[in-house]
């Protein structure tokens, strides 16, 4: 099993930064990629962002390409994301999430994942 703590959200104003972390405890050693999904009211959950431990690849959703930057640090078993230039519609609960590296589903599905955060509230004010 993994557990999985998000921390840093809160409320901010539009064009604001917030750096959310998300700290992988148990066994770790397991995981493969790290995401992070969101899911705002009314709305499906979506991908947001991911990166893999080995070879640190990452990918982003087109909605926040070049304002939002993945990052991890192995050795905390914790990854990061950095949100820049923030919109109203960036608003929702933000989930970290962790896969093993077993399934076949793109790191863009929540199916990818095995484990998830209790998430995190943002919430951009304009």
């Known amino acids: 099993q993994v557990q999985l703590v998000e921390s840093g959200g809160g409320l901010v104003q539009a064009g604001d930064s917030l750096r959310l972390s998300c700290a992988a405890s148990?066994?770790?050693?397991?995981?493969?990629?790290m995401g992070w999904f969101r899911q705002a009211p009314g709305k499906e959950r979506e991908f947001v962002t991911a990166i893999t431990w080995s070879g640190g690849s990452t990918y982003y959703a087109d909605s926040v390409k070049g304002r939002f930057t993945i990052s991890g640090d192995i050795a905390k078993n914790t990854v990061y994301l950095q949100m820049n230039s923030l919109k109203p519609e960036d608003t929702a609960v933000y989930y970290c999430?962790?896969?093993?590296?077993?399934?076949?589903?793109?790191?863009?599905?929540?199916?990818?994942?095995?484990?998830w955060g209790q998430g995190t509230q943002v919430t951009v004010s304009s």
């Open positions: 999430a962790a896969g093993s590296g077993s399934s076949t589903w793109s790191l863009r599905r929540p199916r990818a994942y095995d484990y």
């Open positions: 148990g066994r770790t050693f397991s995981t493969y990629a």
